[in-house]
């Protein structure tokens, strides 16, 4: 009993010392770096500066773009969403339930958007939305999400609708439903943990999405991520602005993620997961 709880405690600290490093320490110096005054500097060997200006986030939401780039984020965010869900469904349901010969190569196929570096599809698909006129328009933007956002969506709905009974199909069938009712009334309704848990991470990834965004959109269309990016003009090196930057994109996936803790249990999210 003792070496089981030291091992616990070992693991426990392993993990508490991990989700510190990873994600508590870098927190903590970015909003350092964004609340630093400028005009007295931080220098070592100071760990925390010795005043705090709020002069870098003056400088950022004085942008009077800032808003409606936000506003266009959730709003391509939300339909992104939907739109992958609608179209994942019919796939993972096939992937889930009929048995075929290539069904691994149709898998590896789905995940290929996301194997790719993004900057390579990002090119790829900027060079034929512009040959179609989609460029510089929020459908193209919508649109290149989709191919960046559809395959996790897949993957997350085929893991949960593997998880279903089969049993409970053929019931239905049995008693004279069809196969499309028996699928909308019975396969769809089970599969919600899945719509939630890859409808989550699909809307943090659109929203903080850049490389198809920009390749697609900009300069006539900026999201928030493409807006932010231009005004730093690319100098990563201007610190205060940067952590200011930062802030914006990780505030409203804390919100949501926080939003979503409380609408769904543990159980729910591992359940929509599945398998992967």
Do not use: C
Request: charged share 10%; no cysteine.
């Amino acid at each position: 009993m003792r070496h089981s709880q030291r091992t616990q405690l070992w693991v426990s600290l392993g993990l508490y010392g991990y989700l510190f490093l990873t994600l508590f320490l870098p927190l903590g110096v970015i909003a350092l770096w964004a609340f630093y005054d400028p005009a007295v500097g931080w220098f070592p060997p100071d760990i925390i500066p010795r005043s705090f200006s709020l002069s870098a986030w003056g400088d950022v939401l004085s942008d009077r773009h800032i808003l409606p780039s936000a506003l266009l984020s959730f709003f391509v965010s939300t339909v992104v969403t939907l739109l992958s869900a609608t179209l994942a469904f019919p796939t993972a349901w096939a992937l889930a339930q009929f048995p075929f010969r290539l069904k691994r190569a149709i898998e590896v196929f789905v995940l290929a958007p996301m194997i790719v570096p993004g900057i390579v599809v990002a090119v790829s698909l900027g060079e034929i939305f512009f040959g179609m006129g989609l460029a510089g328009t929020v459908q193209g933007i919508i649109l290149v999400q989709t191919v960046g956002t559809l395959p996790l969506m897949i993957r997350i709905l085929t893991a949960t609708l593997e998880g279903i009974p089969n049993e409970l199909i053929l019931a239905a069938r049995t008693l004279g439903a069809a196969p499309r009712v028996a699928v909308m009334r019975i396969a769809l309704p089970l599969a919600w943990p899945g719509f939630l848990a890859g409808g989550l991470l699909n809307f943090i990834a659109s929203f903080e999405e850049f490389e198809k965004s920009f390749m697609v959109g900009a300069p006539k269309v900026q999201t928030l991520a493409v807006r932010l990016w231009s005004y730093l003009g690319g100098e990563i090196l201007v610190l205060p602005t940067a952590a200011a930057v930062t802030f914006l994109l990780l505030v409203p996936m804390l919100i949501i993620f926080f939003i979503a803790e409380r609408l769904m249990k543990e159980d729910v999210m591992a359940a929509g997961l599945g398998k992967l």
